[in-house]
């Protein structure tokens, strides 16, 4: 993919207790997110992602958000902090840290746990920080405040990056169900207090955000897909992201009441649900899942 603006010069030297925001990804597109934070020399990412090529890209596999920025600057990177486990937010992290393998890497239990994988494929072990809602995490000149946000995938995380040049709060990936598998809503109160203590920029990142309604809740899929597992005589096939535990937890339920049997295809499905089963988000009941 050809650079947008290739005349564009490098940025100038930061002035002191100045932060800046370079997108390398994500604007305009779904897929490749990814967000550089410079605050006194040091640098913050947030997100890492990928972008799946279209129909006019054939022999594409995957798209990288733009690394040249970063080409000098390897040794600056403090950390980087994942919103939640979806590829476009967390595939090309093993790209990047073939340039230098011991970024730190901050994420909730799952996002973590889907991430890992991808290292040991490539043979680079990465120093992994945990972090849950409500926690802060002082990283270099960053101070971070991670928020619960509801997304199709559990563990998803906002973050209040807080420097003495002011607060930004990115939402991540989110949106407002009200009634979510897991009982975890996007968490407005927290919102609401970090807007009274002043937030100077507000990073908001949803996917058809610009779309006029009302998100449909995950629950209200499932007499849909409940109909057509139960009166489907023959095979039910049914696509999914891989990372879709929510979705495939209400297939999953479905299933069991019309007593059928569920099995998973592709690689990353089977280990991404493995995954989640261990760790307790996806709920199977005992002989429903066969190879």
Request: hydrophobic share 40%; charged share 25%; net charge neutral.
């Given at each position: 993919?050809?650079?947008?603006?290739?005349?564009?010069?490098?940025?100038?030297?930061?002035?002191?207790?100045t932060?800046?925001?370079?997108?390398?990804?994500?604007?305009?597109?779904?897929?490749?997110?990814?967000?550089?934070?410079?605050?006194?020399?040091?640098?913050?990412?947030?997100?890492?992602?990928?972008?799946?090529?279209?129909?006019?890209?054939?022999?594409?596999?995957?798209?990288?958000p733009?690394?040249?920025?970063?080409?000098?600057?390897?040794?600056?990177?403090?950390?980087?902090?994942?919103?939640?486990?979806?590829?476009?937010?967390?595939?090309?992290?093993?790209?990047?840290?073939?340039?230098?393998?011991?970024?730190?890497?901050?994420?909730?239990?799952?996002?973590?746990?889907?991430?890992?994988?991808?290292?040991?494929?490539?043979?680079?072990?990465?120093?992994?920080?945990?972090?849950?809602?409500?926690?802060?995490?002082?990283?270099?000149?960053?101070?971070?405040?991670?928020?619960?946000?509801?997304?199709?995938?559990?563990?998803?995380?906002?973050?209040?990056?807080?420097?003495?040049?002011g607060?930004?709060?990115?939402?991540?990936?989110?949106?407002?169900?009200?009634?979510?598998?897991?009982?975890?809503?996007?968490?407005?109160?927290?919102?609401?207090r970090?807007?009274?203590?002043?937030?100077?920029?507000?990073?908001?990142?949803?996917?058809?955000?610009?779309v006029?309604?009302?998100?449909?809740?995950?629950?209200?899929?499932?007499?849909?897909?409940?109909?057509?597992?139960?009166?489907?005589?023959?095979?039910?096939?049914?696509?999914?992201?891989?990372?879709?535990?929510?979705?495939i937890?209400?297939?999953?339920?479905?299933?069991?009441?019309?007593?059928?049997?569920?099995?998973?295809?592709?690689?990353?499905?089977?280990?991404?649900?493995?995954?989640a089963?261990d760790?307790?988000?996806?709920?199977?009941?005992?002989?429903?899942?066969?190879?």
């Amino acid at each position: 993919m050809n650079h947008p603006h290739p005349g564009l010069p490098y940025p100038s030297k930061l002035a002191k207790k100045t932060l800046r925001i370079v997108a390398l990804g994500g604007l305009g597109e779904i897929g490749r997110n990814m967000t550089v934070f410079e605050y006194e020399g040091r640098l913050l990412i947030v997100d890492c992602g990928v972008l799946f090529p279209g129909d006019d890209q054939p022999g594409i596999d995957l798209i990288l958000p733009d690394f040249s920025y970063l080409k000098d600057r390897m040794n600056d990177i403090e950390a980087i902090f994942l919103t939640h486990g979806h590829e476009d937010h967390i595939g090309a992290v093993p790209y990047l840290l073939r340039e230098r393998s011991d970024i730190r890497i901050i994420g909730s239990k799952l996002t973590l746990a889907f991430v890992t994988p991808k290292l040991k494929e490539r043979r680079i072990t990465a120093p992994m920080t945990q972090v849950k809602a409500g926690q802060i995490e002082k990283v270099g000149p960053f101070t971070l405040e991670f928020v619960t946000v509801n997304h199709s995938i559990p563990d998803s995380l906002a973050v209040a990056i807080k420097t003495e040049a002011g607060v930004v709060l990115h939402t991540g990936d989110f949106k407002m169900d009200k009634m979510p598998l897991d009982g975890k809503v996007t968490d407005l109160e927290t919102f609401a207090r970090l807007g009274k203590e002043g937030v100077d920029l507000f990073l908001v990142d949803s996917t058809n955000a610009d779309v006029p309604g009302l998100t449909v809740a995950e629950k209200d899929i499932y007499p849909a897909l409940k109909e057509a597992i139960a009166r489907t005589p023959r095979r039910v096939v049914v696509t999914s992201f891989a990372s879709h535990v929510h979705r495939i937890q209400q297939v999953l339920n479905a299933a069991q009441e019309a007593n059928r049997k569920v099995a998973y295809v592709g690689r990353s499905m089977v280990r991404n649900m493995k995954l989640a089963e261990d760790l307790g988000y996806l709920k199977v009941p005992t002989g429903l899942v066969v190879d």
